[in-house]
Nanobody
């Protein structure tokens, strides 16, 4: 069974930083592209960033480009998202999933940015 467990969220002031982690299991992690997604209160879930299975290419939503960095460690079955220069509009629950996403969503990790 595929499982993804996100961690690293928290409450931070605007301009601060966080590092999110996503540990995957139940599927050959290194064989597929991974992404981060987020859902703000009252909004649809949206794409944030993605990384190729090899780590060689990355993709970002325009709203986070230059502030967030996605990376992965296939030996640890883990994908990361470094969040810098956080803004109140980044407040959301952050999820990892395959890219494009499949049916296996974790619980997510809450990121709250205060102004």
């Amino acid at each position: 069974q595929v499982q993804r467990v996100e961690s690293g969220g928290g409450l931070v002031q605007a301009g601060g930083s966080l590092r999110l982690s996503c540990a995957g299991s139940g599927r050959t992690f290194s064989s597929y592209d991974m992404g981060w997604y987020r859902q703000a209160p009252g909004k649809e879930r949206e794409f944030v960033a993605a990384i190729r299975w090899s780590g060689g290419s990355t993709y970002y939503a325009d709203s986070v480009k230059g502030r967030f960095t996605i990376s992965r460690d296939n030996a640890k079955n883990t994908v990361y998202l470094q969040l810098n220069s956080l803004k109140p509009e980044d407040t959301a629950i952050y999820y990892c999933n395959a890219f494009p996403e499949d049916a296996y969503w974790g619980q997510g990790t809450q990121v709250t940015v205060s102004s």
